[in-house]
């Protein structure tokens, strides 16, 4: 389960980076990439969000009213 969630949180952050990096090499090929289909702006706002999304969840489990908690959340931390 360890090495699913590591995958898991790594990959998208990862992926944004280095499309935003290489995002003039995507053009030429033709791959339509976060970065390209809606700017650099929109791509680093994912980023920011997908890779702070994990760090959100921390503590949770000792929180009784994890509910609404992960409901307000979910509704604030939308990217897309």
């Known amino acids: 389960f360890a090495l ?3 995958l ?3 990959q998208l952050p990862h ?3 280095i499309a935003l ?3 003039e090499d995507y053009r030429r090929a033709g791959i339509r ?3 390209i289909t809606h700017g650099d702006l929109a791509t ?3 980023l920011v969000v997908y890779a702070a ?3 959100s969840g921390s503590g949770e489990h000792t929180c009784p009213h ?3 908690r992960y409901a307000l959340r979910g509704d604030t931390l939308r990217c897309g």
């Open 66 to 68: 994890t509910g609404e």
């Open 21 to 23: 990096y290489l995002r």
């Open 53 to 55: 999304l994990p760090l």
């Open 44 to 46: 680093k706002a994912c």
């Open 4 to 6: 699913f969630a590591v």
């Open 8 to 10: 898991f949180v790594w």
């Open 33 to 35: 990439v976060l970065p």
């Open 15 to 17: 992926f944004l980076a």
